[in-house]
């Protein structure tokens, strides 16, 4: 304890965790606010010493990486949260996952450096998906050497509608890698607040590059990693969020 003027005040010591969680089945319907509020609960539930803001107000100390939009299932979200009393990762999981709901399961909690420990949602820079067709939504055959042909051009271009209007972009330099093995497409993009590329766009794009149109619910879109960046923009080290952070013995 310390005495600043005439009052007292406490400093009180915090861990900075991350926390990661997959996201399958009727859950992918739920949307980012909602999975905030649910967490919120569940984390008081599990009898966690998570940490509070100041002030009049005070909310629980938490923040996600790249919120996931809604009819999108995941093997890999991310959330940061700041603990007081906290046990082994082990604990913690066990814990945490006592009181989930079926289709949502914790699959990792550690420890994040001070020097590691930047907001989980700034930090994004990359993220890894895998799409499939539904049914008789796929193109027609050899769709696949297609998809090969349509990545390997100079530029990818779109129409891209915002809240500012109407724009063409080159997605082509934000599509870092793409493949197909048994009808499953697998695709890293950027990710984050500077530049943002959802899978569900380069399908659009692969679909006129096909001349034919992607129709509604043609896709089933599964999150699988999500990377930070810790080298530069043009020489990429991508570090997945977990790798990011220890375990807590």
Same mark, same amino acid.
């Given at each position: 304890?310390?005495? %600043? !003027? *005439?009052?007292?005040?406490? &400093?009180? $010591?915090?861990?900075?965790?991350? #926390?990661? @969680? =997959? ?46 939009? %809604? !009819? *999108?299932?995941?093997?890999? &979200?991310? $959330?940061?949260?700041?603990?007081? #009393?906290? @046990? =082994? ?161």
């Amino acid at each position: 304890m310390r005495a %600043v !003027g *005439l009052e007292f005040t406490e &400093e009180v $010591f915090v861990l900075k965790a991350r #926390v990661k @969680f =997959s996201k399958q089945g009727c859950m992918k319907f739920v949307g980012h606010l909602d999975m905030m509020r649910y967490f919120q609960k569940a984390i008081r539930r599990a009898n966690i010493d998570v940490a509070y803001s100041a002030g009049f107000s005070p909310h629980m100390i938490m923040s996600f990486a790249a919120p996931l939009g %809604v !009819g *999108l299932t995941s093997d890999g &979200e991310y $959330f940061d949260i700041e603990v007081g #009393v906290c @046990f =082994s990762s082990k604990e913690m999981l066990r814990r945490l996952n006592e009181v989930m709901v079926d289709n949502i399961e914790i699959l990792s909690f550690r420890k994040i450096d001070e020097g590691k420990a930047n907001n989980a949602m700034s930090i994004v820079a990359a993220a890894d998906y895998t799409v499939t067709f539904r049914g008789d939504y796929r193109p027609a055959t050899d769709w696949e050497t297609k998809l090969v042909e349509f990545f390997n051009q100079d530029s990818i271009t779109i129409l891209k509608k915002t809240k500012k209007g109407e724009n063409i972009i080159d997605i082509k330099p934000m599509i870092y890698a793409l493949s197909c093995s048994n009808e499953i497409i697998s695709m890293q993009l950027a990710a984050g607040s500077i530049n943002h590329l959802k899978p569900e766009l380069v399908l659009e794009a692969f679909a006129q590059y096909m001349r034919t149109q992607l129709l509604d619910f043609a896709l089933e879109v599964n999150r699988v990693e999500v990377y930070a960046n810790e080298g530069t923009e043009e020489e990429r080290r991508l570090i997945t969020l977990e790798a990011m952070g220890e375990e807590i013995a």
